[in-house]
């Protein structure tokens, strides 16, 4: 399999030194102040992103026919599903990853953030992630040909002060390299010998607040780090180590059948891991939590996972196009997502894409996960390299499948195209979803059709780490994360605190 992608891959290879020299230039150098403009003399595609979504067309899209040019302030994908796995150490953080510049060399990534979007001139303006010595954060813009937009949601914290100051959250790598830190820290902050029984309570309660998938996952996997490593470590803090979840609603994976939302329940009874049910979170200080009910509960470590709100940018897009200021009338400006098309395209904007999180699909939501995301990613690759044709009845037509011109013609003379040259619009195909809860326990929901299918218990642990392993986005990944399984089953977790 190796030598036939190797050989696959060797053609391309070939191309990289013709394209650079053909490729994209610089409009002028940026002395007068002015953002830097990208110029080629080819279609040129902007993806906002390098997450699930923007990486699985980074992958596939024909960069013969377009320069892609990859604007994110991360310059990698990350496998987000395994981020709590990495929070304590059951997997390096680096196993996690693919540099986007290895995913395909030939698409130009640059590490900066989409600050502004006209879609009407199809410009849009980008600053630097990083800046010089001197502060300066370089500007450039892109006149881009067809824009897709990937950029996911931020984490919401539903304006509870406090969330932003003192917690953790666990939606990018930075967020899980701090958290393994920080329980490094706790530990050993509650061994020394001045600490009080008070203050060595407060330093090892963990409170994770959100009982969706994440929230879920990190308990799980906290209670098997105590149990399994630190109780061996820290004897003698053991009795004072508590790992509380506290949700809002009466039951926990609401996303999942009841059948399983019971059983992740009971496993947590059976573990140790203290469910609170129907508690609202109403502020966060340094080292208390506030309850609705004006409960206030001491705490060492918060993680903070209970959803998704719109990133600045998907707002400002939203905000310049009537159509779509129309779909968000009376709604909360954080739950903006971009409505898009059966097509995935942008409604009342030319030639613009949204994918993943950050977009809706009118009439038929998608939930909000990776299995969308790069299921979406790739059909639009797949249109792209099929030939869609910028500005020329890109939105109003489906695009073209079989034969760019014949399409592009009948759009343009208004003629009707005949059926068998367009698409079909995205279909998601749902495979189901999956939760670790610790303790070698998972819960599974398959999907077939209409029919669920439930499993728990070590079975679906097995399940559940075989889909993770096949699931990763390169055979190096692959190979690193059976690796760092195995290197925990056999020396257990590293307590390095660094
Ligand atoms: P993302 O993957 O979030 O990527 C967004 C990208 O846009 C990032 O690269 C970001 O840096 C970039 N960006 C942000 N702002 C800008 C800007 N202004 N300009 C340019 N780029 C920008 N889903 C599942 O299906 N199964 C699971 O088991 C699962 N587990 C999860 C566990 C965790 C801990 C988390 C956080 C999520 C999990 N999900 C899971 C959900 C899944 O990760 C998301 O649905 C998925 O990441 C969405 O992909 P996306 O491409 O839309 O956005």
Redesign the pocket.
């Known amino acids: 399999l190796i030598a036939k992608r190797t050989l696959k891959r060797l053609p391309n290879r070939a191309r990289i030194t013709a394209q650079i020299n053909k490729g994209m230039q610089r409009a002028n150098n940026g002395d007068d102040g002015q953002p830097i403009s990208l110029q080629s003399n080819k279609p040129i595609v902007l993806v906002?992103?390098?997450?699930?979504?923007?990486?699985s067309l980074i992958k596939v899209v024909d960069t013969d026919k377009y320069d892609v040019v990859c604007?994110?302030?991360?310059n990698h994908?990350?496998f987000?599903?395994m981020?709590?796995s990495s929070a304590i150490g059951t997997v390096e953080f680096r196993s996690l990853l693919e540099p986007i510049r290895i995913s395909n060399p030939f698409v130009t990534y640059l590490e900066?953030?989409?600050?502004e979007i006209d879609v009407g001139k199809k410009h849009a303006l980008?600053r630097a992630q990083i800046a010089y010595e001197d502060g300066r954060r370089p500007q450039f813009e892109v006149i881009y040909d067809i824009m897709v937009c990937?950029?996911?949601?931020?984490t919401a914290t539903f304006g509870v002060p406090g969330v932003m100051e003192h917690c953790y959250f666990?939606?990018?790598i930075t967020d899980t390299v701090g958290l393994r830190r920080r329980i490094g820290e706790s530990f050993e902050l509650a061994a020394l010998p001045g600490t009080t029984e008070e203050d060595r309570r407060k330093a090892l309660h963990f409170c994770v607040v959100g009982g969706g998938?994440?929230g879920v996952?990190?308990a799980g996997t906290l209670r098997d780090f105590v149990r399994g490593d630190l109780s061996r470590k820290y004897p003698e803090l053991m009795a004072d180590v508590k790992v509380t979840l506290l949700q809002s609603g009466q039951t926990i994976l609401t996303s999942f059948t009841d059948n399983l939302q019971n059983r992740a329940l009971e496993t947590f009874r059976k573990t140790g891991v203290d469910v609170r049910l129907g508690v609202r979170v109403t502020e966060v200080t340094a080292n208390k939590i506030k309850l609705k009910d004006g409960e206030l509960i001491d705490y060492g470590i918060c993680v903070w996972?209970t959803g998704n709100a719109a990133?600045?940018?998907v707002q400002a897009i939203s905000a310049q196009i009537p159509e779509q200021k129309a779909t968000m009338e009376g709604r909360n400006p954080a739950s903006t997502k971009l409505a898009v098309d059966p097509f995935l395209r942008i409604e009342g904007a030319t030639d613009a894409i949204a994918?993943?999180?950050?977009s809706r699909m009118a009439g038929r939501p998608l939930?909000?996960?990776?299995?969308?995301?790069g299921q979406q990613?790739a059909y639009i690759a797949r249109m792209i390299n099929r030939g869609y044709v910028p500005g020329r009845g890109g939105l109003t037509v489906p695009f073209p499948c079989r034969r760019a011109d014949a399409s592009a013609n009948g759009s343009q003379n208004g003629a009707a195209v005949d059926e068998k040259y367009y698409s079909k619009p995205f279909q998601f195909l749902s495979l189901g979803?999956?939760?670790y809860l610790g303790s070698d326990t998972a819960v599974t929901q398959l999907e077939a059709g209409k029919a669920v299918f439930d499993l728990a218990g070590y079975v679906s642990f097995l399940l559940w780490r075989s889909v993770y392993v096949t699931k990763q986005v390169s055979t190096r990944n692959r190979v690193l994360i059976l690796f760092d399984w195995v290197k925990t089953r056999i020396f257990g977790r590293d307590l390095s605190v660094f």
């Open positions: 906002l992103g390098s997450g699930w979504a923007a990486h604007v994110s302030p991360r994908f990350v987000t599903p981020l709590p900066a953030e989409c600050t980008c990937a950029v996911g949601e931020m666990m939606k990018e998938p994440t996952e990190f996972s990133r600045p940018i994918l993943g999180d950050c939930p909000a996960t990776a299995q969308v995301a990613g979803a999956m939760a």
